[in-house]
């Protein structure tokens, strides 16, 4: 079947929907069935980009990588040049570590051999969509078609981490605990300052993508599992979403898996900084699981005040200061982070996370992913200089702001040589 007769199809279903609500309600109900899962576990999806080593362009060989690889953790997604690896059900930060330090080892073998790179951030800088191509899918062919010029832009690269949820009602106490979150998960982990060759001037330009859709970006606060399941019936109905998956929400339910996602971050350039972020996730989790009265002790924020946070952590990143209350307080969002450290310290210790806390404060101090990339960029001028630093701190599996001290004080042509992969 052509994908101009598949999407026929699905457009005539959508008519047929709103004149049989039983019977159309009846698919996304199934995925609304909330699969519990062990409280508090973690999983973890990367999505990475292949470029050419010596151009730096997208490399579109993504399934041709995935096929050698033979491994169920590795994924293709929307763009050839893409790949997702994921990890297993882990229960802590370090089987986190694990599982993915091995996948990104794989990746990094399998590219080498084809005279490839492999790269995170948020949107590589020397990538430009045009250069892209997009794999074969009908799903892919059905958001083609639904968001048109705008689709143009989703091929940015994110971290995802998935949360154990004993139930659909836990899942949604979560769902509003971390909403307080967002802003903080924004700036520590930013990383695409550049899009399509274009420096911004934002820390994270990605998340303004999904903010371009009515159903991606900002989620809602439920006050319950019904709510949820209601809205999304509602959206379906009135074929917004024909898949859960088509709600881009910085963090949503995954009812197939039984977790609550968040899908905020931007791809972190490099190992370290990504399972110290996780950790501060997980602790934070940890810490709620004790403490449930606080979400109903803290005033519920404004939507306002919601979204003025989310754009002063996307535009300033670890720079930001956040807006503390409805009267207009503000705070750096660096000194918040650090007020949460020292209130989940026993959770830290429990779970042994005294190591990725080390580095979450080294990000405190020193800046995030976005940060080096800037500073690389204004000292060289060169996005290719940019582009094969990340790509080094992902082969090296941590940041690399030692050789940052030295590009401040060297001829700015050493960079090139002294990054290249």
Known sequence: MSVVHWLKGVFDNKKHHVATPAKEL???NEQLSFMKSE????????????????????????????????????????????????TGVC?????????????????????DKRGLLVTGTGRPPTIKLNDTQ???DPRYAYLQEGRKILNHRFAALGTHVHIGMESPEKCIRYHNFYMHFLPHFIALAAGSPFEDGIETGLASVRPTIAESLPIAGMPYNFRTWQEYVNMCQTMYRAGSIRNLKDLWWDLRPSPKYGTLEIRIFDQLSNLAEATAIVAFVHALGFWFEHNQSWLDEMP???TWR???NKWRAMRYGLDAKLVTNNAGDTTPVVE?????????????????????QDTLLGMLANGNSAKRQQMVWSTTGSLEDVARFNCRELQNGKPLWQFLD????????????????
């Open 134 to 136: 997009r794999n074969d």
């Open 39 to 86: 409280p508090l576990t973690l999983g973890v999806e990367f999505e990475l980009a292949l470029i050419d080593k010596t151009t730096l362009k997208p490399a579109n060989v993504g399934e041709e990588i995935i096929a050698e690889a033979k491994d169920p953790n590795f994924h293709k997604e929307l763009l050839k040049h893409m790949v997702e690896l994921t």
């Open 406 to 421: 030295k590009v401040e004080v060297e001829a700015p042509q050493k960079v090139s040589s002294e990054v290249a992969a």
């Open 91 to 111: 229960r802590n930060v370090q089987d986190v570590e694990e599982q993915m330090g091995r996948n990104i080892r794989i990746l990094l073998e399998l590219a």
């Open 300 to 302: 519920r924020p404004s």
């Open 26 to 28: 009846r698919e996304i």
């Open 336 to 356: 918040d982070v650090k007020k949460w450290l020292e209130r989940i310290q026993p959770q830290y210790t429990q779970l042994g996370y005294q190591a990725y």
């Open 306 to 308: 919601l979204r003025e």
